[in-house]
């Protein structure tokens, strides 16, 4: 068990250009989770796949906001046009579809956006 | 919606000394609650988790309680040490199928005085 794995670890863009980052759960995971985090608040829902299916986005997830999970393993998650307000830890979870769905967190991606 | 709260915010203790951390939720149907470390700049790493079925769960020095009619859960550290100082989260689980997401507190951020 490699754990969840995300890359980049950092992040530094300029106002308006596009980013992606990228997920790796845990192998034997069906659901996979992204979650941002500002200072000093918890994180928060963004989306949700089970396998391959986008299930659910959170209102916060704009129109510049895309994620994928093409093959039901890795997953990316890109903003297009950043904004400075895009600034965040982007977090990525994994659970089991069986049992507790206890989640399993990565590194995060840290994005600053000047 | 889910509305996760903690107190205290921060919380600063003498290496030794036995403390409670809180957590209380607005929806008292929760699937699963799991309690998180947080250091600063890194990803969450789970402390224990609970299902709604349960009333505790222990892990060396760590006892996690809930009751889930008040709307609450405490985390317990015995014996506090250096290494524990970290920001603790608290997260909650809606059952299926709504529960594709964990709702957050703010933290509790513990400081370990040697």
């Known amino acids: 068990d490699t754990g969840v794995s995300q890359d980049p670890r950092h992040k530094i863009t300029k106002r308006g250009q596009n980013v992606t980052f990228r997920c790796d759960p845990i192998s034997e995971h069906n659901r996979l989770y992204w979650y941002r985090q500002t200072l000093g608040q918890g994180p928060e829902f963004l989306t949700y796949?089970?396998?391959?299916?986008?299930?659910?986005k959170s209102r916060l997830l704009s129109d510049r906001f895309s994620a994928e999970r093409p093959k039901g393993s890795f997953s990316t998650l890109e903003i297009q046009r950043t904004e400075q307000g895009d600034s965040a830890m982007y977090l990525c979870?994994?659970?089991?579809?069986?049992?507790?769905?206890?989640?399993?967190f990565g590194p995060g991606t840290r994005l600053t956006v000047t | 919606k889910q509305e996760v709260t903690q107190i205290p915010a921060a919380l600063s203790v003498p290496e030794g000394e036995n403390l409670v951390l809180n957590c209380s939720f607005t929806d008292s149907a929760i699937y699963n609650l799991q309690w998180f470390r947080q250091d600063p700049g890194k990803g969450l790493t789970s402390l224990l988790l609970i299902q709604s079925s349960q009333r505790e769960q222990t892990s060396g020095r760590l006892n996690a309680s809930l009751d889930k009619s008040s709307g609450r859960s405490t985390l317990y550290i015995a014996a506090s040490q250096p290494g524990d100082s970290a920001t603790y989260l608290c997260?909650?689980?809606?059952?299926?199928?709504?529960?594709?997401?964990?709702?957050f507190g703010t933290g509790t951020s513990l400081t370990v005085i040697p």
């Open positions: 979870a994994s659970s089991p579809v069986q049992g507790s769905y206890e989640q399993y």
């Open positions: 997260a909650v689980m809606n059952p299926p199928p709504w529960g594709n997401q964990f709702y």
């Open positions: 796949f089970q396998n391959e299916a986008q299930l659910e």
